[in-house]
């Protein structure tokens, strides 16, 4: 067939926010599972500050997918320009492809992140609109959208798409009550059940003692640290720090555990939200302070190497919904502390809603007892996984079908 050129939008392989390249690496395995070799991919990304040529392996052969750097200030242009009819290298690059593929960062195209964050995930949209090109909303998590202006891009935007995909029933609901849509919404699992572990990184490095059960603890260091600006920005009934070091004193009790903290946002230039020198600080303490040994990471690693050693774990605690997905997704029983409503949503779905806590409506104690409770139900958990997650692959690998089929 002829080559199938596909733009990815609001997606990276090269943030420190790991859920991300975990979506764009998913994304990319499903165009390649689909086209192979015959389709040409492009990453238009709010993260590189130049152009950068990542490599993907597929079937043996190295693929080169290029990653371009998309900034606010060339969006606009070409959004004014395109509506004059004028057009420039990014609205000629969007007018060649056959398929737009916008992700928003997963959770981006919301106005919870102010009102700039949703204008920089609007643009590429507007624009391949103007330009009437195949625009696919990719399966993310839509809304809230508190401001008015919002809600009038946002309905213009979810209208005029050729295809919605939304990760969550939540977000199906705000579309059709907040923003009064009446076209189909599909509701599709998020992307990242879809990316496969890279085999050559392994718990085994970090935990040597293979009869020990071994539990994996994700912190956010943003909650770590009360969101940046250090006073609980999210709103948390529960001291977030406090609840972290519960749990590791009260699994490092049972003599029969052994402690994995894994980071899943890196960024070495916002100490705030590195998640990686947070878990770290953490284990230091408490080797000194109360002897303990924690595992942790020795450097950053990649999405796909994180997912293969967090699939090496038999029970995981998170805050950061991909390292989340990453576990549930290999099977790993999960208990999420969740500070936002798009884990509820994934985990109802396979049934396991009650493994969700809930730090802004829970005290320590529930959360505490909640995650004892299901380490001990453990078993029970995994066989619902080992039945659900193969499902939830077979319904994304229809995403493709879906949209040739529109």
């Known amino acids: ?170 977000s199906k609901k705000v579309l059709q009550d907040d923003l009064r849509i009446k076209r189909k919404i599909n509701v599709s699992p998020d992307m990242a059940f879809y990316m496969e572990p890279k085999k050559d990184a392994s718990i085994d490095k970090f935990i040597n003692e293979n009869d020990k059960i071994k539990v994996g603890i994700n912190i956010s260091a943003l909650l770590y640290n009360g969101g940046y600006n250090g006073k609980n920005m999210f709103g948390l009934k529960a001291d977030y720090s406090k609840v972290i070091r519960c749990i590791i004193e009260t699994f490092s009790e049972k003599k029969n555990v052994e402690i994995i903290l894994i980071p899943h946002v890196m960024v070495e230039s916002m100490e705030v939200e590195d998640d990686f020198r947070t878990c770290n600080r953490i284990a230091d303490e408490f080797r000194k302070n109360k002897n303990i040994n924690i595992h942790t990471l020795d450097k950053y690693y990649r999405e796909d190497e994180l997912k293969s050693i967090i699939s090496g774990c038999d029970f995981f605690v998170g805050s950061r919904m991909h390292a989340c997905i990453g576990a549930i997704s290999t099977h790993v029983p999960t208990v999420p502390i969740a500070y936002s409503r798009k884990f509820i949503g994934i985990w109802d779905k396979i049934g396991l809603g009650y493994c969700v806590t809930d730090p802004r409506k829970q005290s320590e104690d529930e959360i505490i007892s909640s995650i004892l409770e299901n380490f001990n139900n453990s078993k029970k958990i995994k066989e619902k996984l080992d039945l659900e997650i193969p499902l939830l692959e077979k319904q994304i690998e229809k995403i493709v079908d879906i949209i040739e089929e529109n």
């Not at 190295?62 to 395109?82: A, G, P």
């Open 1 to 170: 067939g002829s080559m199938e050129k596909i733009i990815l939008v609001g997606a990276s392989l090269n943030s420190g926010n790991r859920g991300v390249n975990a979506l764009t690496r998913s994304m990319i395995m499903l165009i390649l599972n689909k086209y192979g070799n015959n389709s040409k991919i492009t990453i238009l990304s709010y993260t590189v500050k130049e152009t950068v040529e990542n490599k993907i392996y597929f079937e043996d052969k190295e693929i080169i997918v290029e990653e371009k750097l998309c900034t606010r200030k060339n969006m606009i242009k070409t959004y004014l320009l395109s509506n004059i009819g004028v057009e420039n290298e990014l609205s000629k690059m969007i007018k060649d492809s056959d398929q737009i593929w916008d992700i928003s960062e997963g959770d981006s195209f919301s106005d919870i992140y102010g009102i700039g964050r949703l204008i920089q995930h609007s643009l590429i949209k507007l624009i391949s609109i103007k330009l009437r090109k195949n625009l696919v909303i990719m399966p993310q998590t839509i809304g809230p959208f508190n401001k008015k202006i919002s809600k009038v891009i946002a309905k213009k935007i979810i209208n005029k798409a050729n295809i919605v995909f939304v990760r969550d029933d939540i």
